[in-house]
């Protein structure tokens, strides 16, 4: 009967043993699938506002987007955090799931951040708006928490 106890066990170890490098390369895949198609309709909606809007000192030109981080859940690794910067004269977003970061390219414009946006670590739902603004002659757009720094324009963003 002892032996049959210990083989069982064993078998059982094995086999979660066989599934776990599966069933986390699965939960990484949904995180990433998630951040993908989000950052998809984000990237139609910047590249439609730098295309048919204005560029102005006063921050006119602007869209209100809500970007969720996953959380980590059982079948879904998470998002530890996502960030927007510039690299060379052109926008990206950078995303990190477990260990791993991946960056894509947003726009064609530098993306800046305030001290509210520098960051997003925290699971759920974050309302942003992205302002078009002229600097130094340069189109950028600036990440704003929504009603926060972008709103002091007519009381709303």
Known sequence: MIYRLVLAVAVMTALAGATAPA???ARADAA???MERQLDEL???????????DATTNGDARRAVEIRLPARRYTN???SQLQFAERVGVGVVTWRVESRKQTERLVSVPIRTTPATDRLEEP???RLVFVLTRSDGQRVLTVHRFNSEAAPRDGHA
Do not use: F, I, Y
């Open 23 to 25: 069933l986390s390369t």
């Open 77 to 79: 690794a998470g998002v």
């Open 124 to 126: 759920g739902t974050h």
């Open 32 to 34: 990433n699938s998630a």
């Open 43 to 53: 990237r139609a909606e910047l590249t439609t506002l730098v295309e048919t809007d």
